[in-house]
C-alpha cells in the first residue's frame, strides 16, 4: 500500500546541500553583523565614558583653582598688567590657566568670545547694595580660568574674587 512512498528524483541531486550551506551562510552573515555591532556599541560606550571622565576632571580642575587660589593669587599676579598663572592640580593631568580681567573693553587673549564677553563689568566692583560694607572696605575682581584636558577639552569659567582693601 505505501511501496511507492519515497520517489527518487535524478533531477534534484545536491537540493539539500546547497539548501544547508544558503542557511549556515546566512547564519554566519546574521552572526558577523551582530559581532560588528557589539563591538561598535562597546567601543561608542567606553569612548562615552571616557569623555564624561575627561569632562568631570576637567570640571574638579575649575573647582580645585577656585577653592585653592592661594596657590595661584600671589602679589605678583595681582599686581601684574598681563597677569597669567599656570598650574597643574595634584593627581590630574588637567592644565590650569587664570588670567586677571582687568579691562572688561580688551578682549583678554586665550579666553573665548563668550569668556571675554560675559558678564560685563568691570574687573573692580563696589560691594552689593545694602551689604553694609562700603567702596573703602573692598572690591572685586574678575578672573578667567581655562582648563585643558590631556585630550584636549577645554573649559574656561569666569570667577571673581573679593579682597579687603
Not at 586677571?100 to 560685563?120: F, Y
Request: proline share 5%.
Amino acid at each position: 500500500m505505501f511501496k511507492n512512498f519515497y520517489v527518487k528524483d535524478k533531477n534534484n541531486k545536491g537540493f539539500i546541500l546547497i539548501t544547508c550551506l544558503i542557511i549556515t551562510a546566512l547564519f554566519m552573515l546574521i552572526g558577523a553583523s551582530v559581532a560588528t555591532l557589539s563591538y561598535t556599541q562597546n567601543k561608542i560606550a567606553r569612548n562615552q565614558k571616557e569623555a564624561l571622565k575627561d569632562f568631570y576632571d576637567t570640571e574638579s580642575a575649575i573647582n580645585y583653582a577656585i577653592d585653592n587660589s592661594d596657590q595661584w593669587l600671589t602679589e605678583e599676579f595681582i599686581n601684574s598688567d598681563d597677569a597669567k598663572a599656570v598650574f597643574t592640580p595634584p593627581n590630574t593631568s588637567v592644565k590650569l590657566e587664570i588670567r586677571h580681567i582687568i579691562n572688561p573693553e580688551k578682549k583678554v587673549k586665550g579666553l573665548s568670545k563668550a569668556a571675554n564677553n560675559l558678564p560685563i563689568q568691570s574687573h573692580t566692583a563696589p560691594p552689593p547694595p545694602d551689604s553694609g560694607f562700603g567702596i573703602k572696605d573692598f572690591e572685586i575682581k574678575r578672573y578667567g580660568i581655562t582648563a585643558t584636558s590631556a585630550n584636549g577639552l577645554k573649559i574656561q569659567a569666569g570667577v571673581w574674587k573679593v579682597f579687603n582693601k
